[in-house]
């Protein structure tokens, strides 16, 4: 059976990427916000969820940027929508995982940061936000259709 996930792409006014930077296998690893579509919701509303609950935004879902799908035996199906969306309200803050509890968190930070700064990034995941993501936000801006294809398998990158 299939589980689903979601990330968010955000920016702010000077056009920086919003990361969390969540401590998985010893490591701290950047990504953008977002986590599992929980039972009972759809894919935007686990996006519009999990950007409050990591950062304190309150957000306009807009548009699917990317599906990745992950077939494997050791993580069995798996899937993640990646949407673009702006912000509505709210302070940016660190936040907090409810499902994890206080002994269990795995967020560290989260802030915007230029292209500069992700490309500077050692562990950043996926790491096609690098260079693609900018593409795509400079067409957003711009109202130029996309040419990018939505559908990837997890293979095509890693951490």
Same mark, same amino acid.
């Given at each position: 059976?299939?589980?689903?996930?979601?990330?968010? +792409?955000? $920016?702010?006014?000077?056009?920086?990427?919003?990361?969390?930077?969540?401590?998985?296998?010893?490591?701290?690893?950047?990504?953008?916000?977002?986590?599992?579509?929980?039972?009972?919701?759809?894919?935007?509303?686990?996006?519009?969820?999990?950007?409050?609950?990591?950062?304190?935004?309150?957000?306009?879902?807009?548009?699917? +940027?990317? #599906?990745?799908?992950?077939?494997?035996?050791?993580?069995?199906?798996?899937?993640?929508?990646?949407? +673009?969306?702006?912000?509505?309200?709210?302070?940016?803050?660190?936040?907090?995982?409810?499902?994890?509890?206080?002994?269990?968190?795995?967020?560290?930070?989260?802030?915007?940061?230029?292209?500069?700064?992700? $490309?500077?990034?050692? #562990?950043? &995941?996926? $790491?096609?936000?690098?260079?693609?993501?900018?593409?795509?936000?400079?067409? &957003?801006?711009?109202? +130029?259709?996309? $040419? #990018?294809?939505?559908?990837?398998?997890?293979?095509?990158?890693?951490?």
């Amino acid at each position: 059976m299939w589980q689903g996930g979601v990330r968010v +792409i955000l $920016t702010d006014e000077q056009d920086r990427l919003l990361l969390v930077c969540q401590h998985h296998e010893d490591r701290d690893i950047w990504m953008l916000p977002g986590g599992a579509i929980e039972e009972g919701e759809n894919a935007m509303e686990a996006a519009k969820r999990e950007v409050l609950e990591e950062t304190g935004l309150q957000v306009r879902v807009r548009d699917l +940027i990317w #599906h990745v799908e992950e077939v494997s035996e050791k993580r069995g199906q798996r899937f993640v929508n990646y949407f +673009i969306a702006d912000i509505e309200d709210g302070e940016c803050k660190l936040g907090w995982d409810p499902e994890l509890g206080p002994e269990g968190q795995v967020l560290r930070e989260v802030r915007f940061m230029s292209a500069a700064e992700v $490309t500077a990034i050692p #562990h950043l &995941y996926p $790491t096609y936000i690098k260079d693609e993501i900018w593409d795509i936000l400079m067409r &957003y801006r711009k109202g +130029i259709p996309r $040419t #990018h294809s939505v559908y990837r398998n997890r293979e095509q990158f890693s951490v």
